[in-house]
């Protein structure tokens, strides 16, 4: 065992980079709450958060015995960074947080212990046991090293009273200065019943809601509000028990407590005439509402229960209120076209909403959608630093990453424009005048940065396998293709892609040449060892009638998935000898980005490739 445990430092790494909210440093409670529980146990305790103030770990006055450091996925790297400097140092390091939380064995490469959930038990436990007073088995929600193995132990049950937790002390804080700058976080509930499919709350915190006491709620705002200009409920939903946050706001207003805060609402908050009344009254200055979408399709795929109506008529109800409304709506779902983007920013003039984020959908470790693209390969790294909602990570369904990433920051400058802050200047609104303001200006480093970093990662990947597709034929320019027409039986092609596929490259101006057309519907008594010779003498003819041998490849149905990858398998040998063969895989998901790469191939104008891929569509109505 190492030496004891009595002084504990807190890390709560920043951001990789800025974005439309950077200028407003709001802390995250679970550092502060946690440091907060030691020290009340007697442990001399420092919280760093970067985002307010990033000290020199090198001459920072202050050295501990444990180090605990939480991260949510984008702040991973630095995280992991920061594990690996204090081990080096023979620091034993903790993780937790949303990230460590999910992925337990990748964060222990760089820490010793991972607490996973809640760690207000979990985490004072951890330090006894390092400290010979238990055992690590026991203690629920670890993940550790043992034996040369990773074990981990069961998650605990939630912790039902919220209120046996102390009110977190924001002194703890290094360079924290309250005052009129300062703005706090206060939580009044855990858990949510919804599930949306981008979100990990669920599995964090719970289905159920578990409620802190008004008397503990208003105890807070008088401790830590005291200390701020601004108090932030950071609830997931602040407003879901509707007779609860009554009761709260007329507590604030009978004692006397004017704040100013903002909380995560959802638009069914408009429809309560008392509720929102007495918002106003307790001094709501700006809900924060996940609009998500004006797709019908796609607030249905994400579970949201709203129609675009709700959305339209919930910003201009807050705004008779004289409360603001700060929208995210979320691109990149299976439905979202580059269309409905661009509808989404017309939309969102239209409705005079004051601030938003267009945020690009983001697979976090620990949801649905994360699982869901993982399994069906369209994760585009895990470099995690880029999981933060503005960098697109994965293949989208009907856009390719590029396109996906360009609309989007195309949105952003449409909506954050010089026009927009001098309407608000006008209306002497100086606090989303500076806003818009500040946006616009993060906006334009923003494309440059990407521009020369990301977004030209992904313009690069997009471009480069069609340059790449294009050596394959001695010709300068590709006019014919073929197919070995027993390709089709081979991996169980449905006949819609297939009609849509051969479609797409007759309006591209290819000519498709096809071997063996008898052949596409004998299956019966040849033997798989006999397709494959045919389809080799198949392809031996094509060579000399075509500038390139295509070799579709269909993964449909998961029963057929298989089949088609062995069939690649058993060709991989024989298709070496043939320099024009170009094998293509197509699934479902990653249909239209496949037949992108594809036209790229034969035009250089992703616009035109995308006209007719959607003109297509409509006309054959094939499920692709």
């Not at 050295?63 to 080096?88: E, K, M, N, W």
């Amino acid at each position: 065992m190492g030496r004891p445990i009595r002084k504990v430092l807190f890390i709560e790494p920043r951001n990789p980079r800025p974005h439309i909210f950077s200028r407003v440093a709001i802390p995250r409670l679970g550092s502060v709450l946690l440091g907060t529980i030691l020290r009340q146990q007697g442990f001399e305790v420092k919280v760093i958060v970067e985002e307010i103030s990033q000290p020199d770990l090198t001459t920072l006055d202050f050295h501990p015995d444990l180090v605990c450091i939480s991260s949510i996925t984008p702040t991973t790297p630095r995280a992991f960074q920061l594990g690996d400097y204090y081990r080096q140092q023979g620091l034993p390091v903790a993780m937790g947080g949303p990230h460590p939380s999910f992925t337990p064995e990748e964060s222990l490469k760089h820490a010793d212990f991972v607490i996973c959930g809640e760690g207000e038990e979990a985490l004072p436990e951890l330090i006894a046991a390092m400290n010979g007073q238990g055992s690590f088995e026991t203690i629920g929600n670890l993940c550790y090293h043992r034996q040369g193995k990773v074990q981990q132990n069961p998650w605990r049950p939630f912790l039902k009273d919220l209120d046996t937790l102390p009110i977190p002390d924001y002194r703890l804080i290094h360079g924290w200065r309250p005052g009129k700058q300062a703005v706090v976080a206060i939580a009044t509930s855990r858990g949510c019943p919804f599930g949306c499919r981008f979100c990990s709350v669920i599995l964090l915190f719970g289905r159920q809601f578990r409620y802190n006491s008004i008397d503990r709620v208003i105890a807070e705002i008088r401790q830590n509000g005291s200390q701020a200009a601004h108090i932030f409920f950071c609830d997931d939903n602040f407003t879901a028990d509707r007779q609860r946050s009554k009761h709260l706001m007329e507590r604030m207003i009978a004692e006397g407590l004017r704040v100013e805060w903002s909380a995560q609402v959802r638009v069914e908050a408009a429809r309560d005439p008392e509720l929102l009344s007495l918002m106003a009254q307790s001094g709501c200055y700006m809900v924060f509402i996940g609009l998500e979408s004006i797709n019908p399709a796609t607030l249905k795929s994400f579970k949201k229960n709203q129609t675009v109506e709700d959305i339209r008529e919930s910003v201009r109800i807050f705004h008779r209120y004289g409360i603001a409304v700060h929208g995210m709506f979320v691109f990149g779902s299976e439905a979202d076209t580059i269309q409905v983007l661009r509808d989404t920013v017309n939309f969102s003039h239209e409705i005079d909403i004051d601030s938003l984020q267009y945020l690009i959908l983001t697979p976090i470790p620990g949801t649905p959608i994360y699982d869901e693209l993982l399994s069906q390969n369209r994760l585009l790294h895990q470099d995690w630093q880029y999981y933060d909602g503005h960098h697109a990570v994965f293949f989208p369904r009907y856009m390719t990453p590029f396109e996906l990433q360009m609309e989007t920051l195309r949105a952003m400058k449409r909506f954050y424009t010089w026009p927009s802050v001098f309407k608000r200047l006008w209306r002497r609104d100086w606090f989303f005048a500076r806003l818009k303001a500040h946006g616009r200006l993060h906006l334009r480093r923003s494309f440059r940065e990407v521009k020369q970093g990301y977004f030209q990662q992904l313009k690069e990947q997009l471009f480069s396998k069609a340059r790449l597709r294009r050596d394959l034929s001695p010709r300068r320019r590709i006019k014919k293709v073929g197919i070995p027409s027993d390709i089709w039986g081979l991996t169980a092609w449905e006949s819609g892609p297939r009609e849509f596929l051969l479609t797409f490259l007759e309006k591209l101006g290819v000519e498709v040449v096809q071997e063996g057309q008898e052949n596409v519907n004998s299956v019966g008594s040849q033997a798989e060892k006999s397709r494959t010779e045919l389809l080799m003498a198949e392809m031996a003819r094509l060579q000399e009638k075509s500038d390139i041998i295509l070799l579709p490849f269909w993964e449909g149905l998961e029963n057929v998935r298989q089949k088609a990858r062995e069939t690649q398998q058993e060709l991989g040998e024989l298709l070496a000898t043939y320099r024009q063969a170009l094998p293509l895989n197509f699934t479902p998901y990653l249909f239209y980005n496949v037949c992108m790469q594809l036209g790229l191939m034969f035009k250089s104008r992703p616009g035109l490739i995308r006209r007719i891929y959607f003109q297509i569509l409509g006309e054959i109505g094939a499920t692709v």
